[in-house]
């Protein structure tokens, strides 16, 4: 792991984002806990957490703000959001056939891209990091 406090942050933060997502899909699955609403406040609170830190450690450490996007980062967080992109359009598709045979109602659909949305880029991203691609 590195000792790099922004590079720490990012990884925590993206681990945080998907744990939660994760949490929540399941407890959907399952029928237990929370209604989906306080899990998307949920999962929010992380995310706005996740920013927050993330903009002080920017500004507390910038020289490891600078190091941490080195080129192989940057390119990891590019792969990222570009698998995060094909899977939302993957999943989108799949929740649109489902609506269209009457097996899914559409805003459930609609709102269930958004936890793919949220939690692929950095479930992608941790990954990266667990393979050695990023830091």
Same mark, same amino acid.
């Not at 590195?2 to 959907?28: D, E, H, K, M, Q």
């Given at each position: ?11 925590? &933060?993206?681990?945080?984002?998907? !744990?939660?997502?994760?949490? *929540? @899909?399941?407890? $959907?699955? %399952? #029928?237990?806990?929370?209604? &989906?609403?306080?899990?998307?406040? !949920?999962?929010?609170?992380? *995310? @706005?957490?996740? $920013?927050? %830190? #993330? ?30 992109f094909w899977a939302v359009l993957w999943v989108f598709l799949v929740f649109l056939a489902l609506s269209l045979t009457g097996r899914m ?31």
């Amino acid at each position: 792991m590195s000792a790099n406090p922004v590079s720490r942050a990012r990884l925590f &933060g993206s681990a945080a984002i998907v !744990i939660t997502t994760l949490a *929540a @899909l399941i407890a $959907a699955v %399952l #029928s237990i806990g929370p209604s &989906g609403l306080v899990w998307a406040g !949920i999962i929010g609170a992380v *995310a @706005l957490g996740y $920013a927050a %830190l #993330s903009f002080v450690l920017h500004l507390s450490y910038p020289d490891a703000a600078e190091a941490a996007w080195d080129e192989q980062n940057t390119v990891a967080h590019r792969d990222s959001l570009i698998f995060g992109f094909w899977a939302v359009l993957w999943v989108f598709l799949v929740f649109l056939a489902l609506s269209l045979t009457g097996r899914m109602d559409p805003a459930m659909a609609f709102y269930w891209l958004g936890p793919v949305l949220g939690a692929v880029p950095p479930a992608h991203y941790v990954v990266s990091v667990l393979r050695g691609r990023a830091e």
